[in-house]
Nanobody, 122 residues
């Protein structure tokens, strides 16, 4: 699976961005999809995931009520709508795929895309 994340950029605090992750190469619907982020000088952390069945959605506590994940199997794309952005949301955001998994990466993700940088100014 090849994953291409896009949609990052510079936004003021309180603003919104929508990240997209387009997948190609394998049957998209067989993969749980996750978003992760890595802030400067910090370890990569889980942000949100949608299971391969689409029946389960997960969020890190830090983004609950602020971010929304969704998927479109017809477009082989998963989205992350990010609202009310804060400077602490500044990070490189990565999407990743987990074969028939939750997308949270508890077993390790199978494929990673290159990240997209989100910068939130105060």
């Amino acid at each position: 699976v090849q994953l291409q994340a896009s949609g990052g950029g510079l936004v003021q605090a309180g603003g919104s961005l929508r990240l997209s992750c387009a997948a190609s190469g394998r049957t998209f619907s067989h993969y749980g999809m996750g978003w992760f982020r890595q802030a400067p000088e910090k370890e990569r952390e889980f942000v949100s995931a949608i299971s391969w069945t689409g029946g389960n959605i997960y969020y890190a506590d830090s983004v609950k009520g602020q971010f929304t994940i969704s998927g479109d199997n017809a477009k082989n794309t998963v989205y992350l709508q990010m609202n009310s952005l804060k400077p602490e949301d500044t990070a490189v955001y990565y999407c990743a795929a987990e074969f028939k998994g939750s997308g949270r990466g508890t077993r390790g993700m199978d494929y990673w895309g290159k990240g997209t940088l989100v910068t939130v100014s105060s």
